[in-house]
């Protein structure tokens, strides 16, 4: 029984992690290179990022770069799945108490009213303002490419480089 209650903490411990990993921030830089004119890049990226809800906050001419930042709100799919996966695991762990502790269950069912914490936490953590910031570097005379170095948020790389009308290469940094 007691290799049981083992587990089920471990396991609980594994869904704690899981849950604080939800708002973790997921910042990438990613370096394309491309063929296309800097201008249509840069076109590109100024009318992707503003229909995508950003908002510019600075213009670096001197490094050629731009900073845009938009609120990120957080989804409500994620947060009730959350909740669910802790409601779930309290669950358990509530069956596990009673098993042990030889009690009707019911006492340690009481946990489960707890679960919505993980929703709220989540909610909380996941709504801030996220910054893009990118650079275009000029073709050089070796190259014929221009150096695209964007910082964003994971899936909003992803997504960008999904519908990126142009043809590119990733860069290894």
């Known amino acids: 029984m007691t290799s049981t209650l083992l587990l089920t903490i471990l396991l609980m411990i594994g869904l704690f992690f899981f849950i604080r990993g939800s708002i973790k921030d997921r910042t990438e830089i990613v370096t394309l290179a491309c063929q296309d004119n800097e201008d249509n890049i840069l076109s590109y990226l100024r009318n992707y990022f503003l229909q995508r809800s950003y908002q510019v906050k600075a213009i670096d001419p001197d490094k050629n770069k731009v900073t845009l930042e938009g609120f990120v709100s957080p989804s409500i799919f994620l947060a009730s799945f959350l909740s669910f996966l802790a409601g ?14 030889k009690t009707e269950y019911i006492y340690f069912v009481g946990l489960v009213i707890f679960a919505p914490l993980a929703g709220w936490f989540y909610w909380r953590g996941a709504s801030r303002v996220e910054e893009v910031a990118f650079r275009l570097d000029a073709k050089t005379e070796n190259s014929k490419d221009t150096i695209i170095t964007i910082q964003a948020h994971r899936d909003e790389l992803i997504e960008l480089q999904s519908s ?10």
Do not use: N, R
Not at 88 to 101: E, K, Y
Not at 164 to 173: A, I, L, M, N, W
């Open 164 to 173: 990126f009308p142009f043809s590119y290469t990733v860069q290894d940094d």
């Open 88 to 101: 779930c695991g309290l669950f358990c762990f509530a069956l596990v108490l009673s098993m042990l502790f």
